[in-house]
């Protein structure tokens, strides 16, 4: 079990480019040593995507990212029936998987992996929160670290991952070592904070964040259409101690994405820092 859930014959459009893993994965191996056809195309924007998979026929399969999602089901865009969605390259949240099946009458599939091993495991996230490691891969907890062993590695993989192993093959990902905060003698996931963020309703896109490496206090940019910062907070204080909720929190008209759906840490401070001005100099 590599992609669980996937028809085989099927037509798999992906919107992520072969240059990212996940990209390379989905869009130039899995049709090497799978019954699926790819489609040449790597489309951007919804409508683009809306028309390339209206030239595929059925079963269609959509690879794709967190945020290509939030865009393609804020469109109001008229889709063709999609059997599988799978989704990588950053946490998606289980209620944009929720939106997307009920909107797109589909299933969704998310995706975990890493560059030195490619697909680790799979879970259907509004069903499961553990997640099914592939039957190719064995787990073990090494001092609290994830190691990844499998007969096609040249080499033990260690993962930067706070893992929880529960059988097998099962596991429950806790966030990342680096991710871990501790604030005032209170300690954190920051992919926690940035998972309740994305959660909140009517935000379309955020990411909570230190912006610079002495700074004790954690900041937050989101976009959130018709949305205050208070409001934001305001909701966000319902569910984070005081300590952990961002200041500053900045509302901006869309994040500094790269075509996989990451965030370029260059590009999000600078967009930071601009935006930053501009709220004190309003206020000034």
């Known amino acids: 079990m590599m992609l669980r859930g996937i028809p085989f014959p099927a037509s798999v459009l992906s919107t992520v480019p072969p240059q990212h893993m996940w990209g390379l994965e ?72 929720g939106e997307l099946e009920e909107a ?11 560059s030195e091993s490619g697909i680790l495991a799979s879970r259907p996230i509004t069903r499961q929160e553990q997640w099914d490691l592939a039957d190719i891969f064995e787990l073990d907890i090494i001092d609290g670290q994830a190691r990844i062993t499998g007969e096609h590695l040249p080499d033990a993989v260690y993962l930067q991952d706070v893992i929880q192993k529960l059988s097998t093959h099962e596991f429950r990902w806790l966030g990342r070592h680096q991710d871990m905060v501790n604030i005032a003698g209170k300690r954190a996931s920051l992919a926690d904070i940035n998972r309740r963020l994305l959660d909140i309703e009517g935000v379309q896109d955020g990411v909570v964040f230190f912006p610079g490496e002495a700074d004790s206090r954690l900041a937050a940019m989101v976009v959130a259409p018709g949305f205050t910062a208070r409001r934001i907070l ?7 101690d005081a300590v952990f909720l961002p200041r500053p929190l900045l509302m901006v008209e869309r994040l500094p994405r790269a075509e996989s759906g990451k965030l370029p840490k260059s590009a999000l401070l600078e967009l930071f820092a601009k935006s930053h001005r501009k709220r004190n100099d309003r206020c000034s």
């Not at 305001?234 to 984070?240: H, Y």
């Open 234 to 240: 305001d909701a966000l204080r319902l569910q984070l």
């Open 26 to 97: 989905t869009s130039i191996l899995l049709p090497a040593f799978s019954n699926v056809s790819i489609c040449g195309k790597s489309p951007f924007y919804p409508l683009e995507i809306k028309e390339a998979l209206e030239e595929l026929p059925a079963p269609r399969v959509l690879v794709s990212t967190p945020v290509h999602l939030r865009a393609l089901l804020d469109s109001g865009l008229e889709w063709v029936a999609i059997e599988r969605i799978l989704c990588a390259t950053a946490p998606l949240t289980v209620q944009l998987a």
């Open 104 to 114: 797109l009458h589909t299933a969704v599939l998310e995706v975990f992996g890493c």
